[in-house]
């Protein structure tokens, strides 16, 4: 049964929330009252066909939801996935953009229009002078036997073995191919087996292209370090590279090694230093 249903920016109603009871509940009111709002809302939450010029004068958007209790056990829940919740509850929202764009979502989960349409048929019946009924909805005639039966514990025992069944029945048909498929995948196959043969493919292939081709995306920076290298020992043009440096620093040492004693220690040392350089 629909408990509660809460309506923004539809029509003149800007915010408004409806909690309905158990046993026969009823709206009155004269006309202009908005009697034929709350229904549109119900339609529209439960998927119907709606016009952008039910949103609300100055408003972007209209939201209604509605929730339901009590449901009897629908074979939609189980295609869908989606069930009442711990507390047999089951929450429709329906957001209409000025666009035409459309949110719909049951229990937080989101769904289209179609599939709101094919849920709000089964849970609920709108009966009046331009809305169509449930009962010439023939898709609906089987639930309708089923639920005046009470075959839901045998419908949900018939139900386990008979998608399993589908499930293999499908398997069985995906792996069946005609004999101009077969000749394709094996045309297929073969190319690749030959193209991996020429390839001549071996252990640790992959770890050495990744090497070389880390070598090569270097290769610019390590001739830039290179050249850098080779212009700080030999120069070039207006600069003295370090073994021109190295060879001048060794006449200077040499020449200031001539200028002490012969004997003396430190005449001694800077000859050394500049036999090194």
Not at 43 to 56: K, M, W
Not at 97 to 125: E, H, K, W, Y
Request: aromatic content about 4%; overall charge negative.
């Amino acid at each position: 049964m629909l408990s509660l249903l809460h309506i923004e920016n539809i029509a003149l109603i800007e915010s408004a929330d409806i909690q309905f009871g158990q046993g026969f509940n009823a709206l009155t009111g004269e006309t202009g009252a908005g009697k034929s709002i709350v229904i549109d809302s119900i339609s529209a939450v439960l998927g119907e066909r709606t016009s952008r010029d039910l949103i609300r004068t100055g408003a972007k958007s209209a939201f209604v939801s509605a929730v339901f209790c009590d449901l009897p056990k629908l074979k939609w829940f189980d295609e869908s996935g989606i069930h009442p919740d711990e507390n047999g509850e089951l929450l429709l929202e329906r957001e209409i953009q000025s666009d035409g764009r459309n949110q719909c979502r049951v229990n937080a989960r989101p769904l289209t229009v179609s599939q709101l349409r094919q849920l709000g048929q089964q849970i609920l019946n709108i009966h009046g002078q331009h809305d169509g009924q449930q009962l010439l909805n023939e898709e609906c005639h089987l639930d309708y036997l089923d639920r005046f039966g009470d075959l839901a514990p045998l419908l949900a025992d018939y139900l386990t073995p008979y998608e399993a069944m589908s499930a293999t029945r499908r398997e069985i048909k995906a792996l069946q191919m005609d004999d101009a498929e077969k000749s394709r995948r094996i045309d297929t196959l073969t190319y690749q087996i030959a193209e991996l043969e020429r390839a001549q493919l071996k252990s640790g292939e992959d770890e050495e292209l990744n090497a070389k081709k880390n070598l090569y995306r270097s290769a610019g920076k390590m001739i830039s370090a290179l050249e850098q290298a080779d212009y700080a020992l030999d120069g070039g043009g207006e600069s003295e590279g370090a073994v021109s440096l190295l060879a001048s620093a060794a006449d200077a040492i040499a020449l200031a090694a001539r200028c002490v004693p012969e004997d003396s220690e430190q005449g001694a040392q800077l000859a050394e230093t500049a036999q090194k350089l």
